[in-house]
Nanobody, 114 residues
Framework: VQLQASGGGLVQAGGSLTLSCTIS????????VGWYRRAPGRQRELVAR???????IYGDSVKGRFTISRDNANNTVYLQMNSLKPEDTAVYYC?????????WGQGTLVTVSS
């Protein structure tokens, strides 16, 4: 399995970013995939997931601001992040939900300045 996340960066509060992640080595089209994040000093948390039928679930902290989507033809999952807040600062990872292995790839760093 390979997890390649990209799109992170430095953005001011209120700004937007779009993350993308390609997951190879799995049956992507039938898998539930999601975005997780790990903020400094905190445990990794699941922020959004998208099912094979395109249903979505969001964590309370990002509901209404983030949108997850998927492109099965390219084994890619996206996270559109709007109205970013300093507390969204974290390394963001994609993975299956639940993750079958303790392997997360490099992730992509999102830093939101106030």
């Amino acid at each position: 399995v390979q997890l390649q996340a990209s799109g992170g960066g430095l953005v001011q509060a209120g700004g937007s970013l779009t993350l993308s992640c390609t997951i190879s080595g799995i049956r992507f089209g039938i898998s539930t995939v999601g975005w997780y994040r790990r903020a400094p000093g905190r445990q990794r948390e699941l922020v959004a997931r998208v099912f094979a039928n395109l249903d979505t679930i969001y964590g309370d902290s990002v509901k209404g601001r983030f949108t997850i989507s998927r492109d099965n033809a390219n084994n890619t999952v996206y996270l559109q992040m709007n109205s970013l807040k300093p507390e969204d600062t974290a390394v963001y990872y994609c993975n299956q939900v639940p993750p079958p292995f303790n392997y997360w790839g490099q992730g992509t760093l999102v830093t939101v300045s106030s």
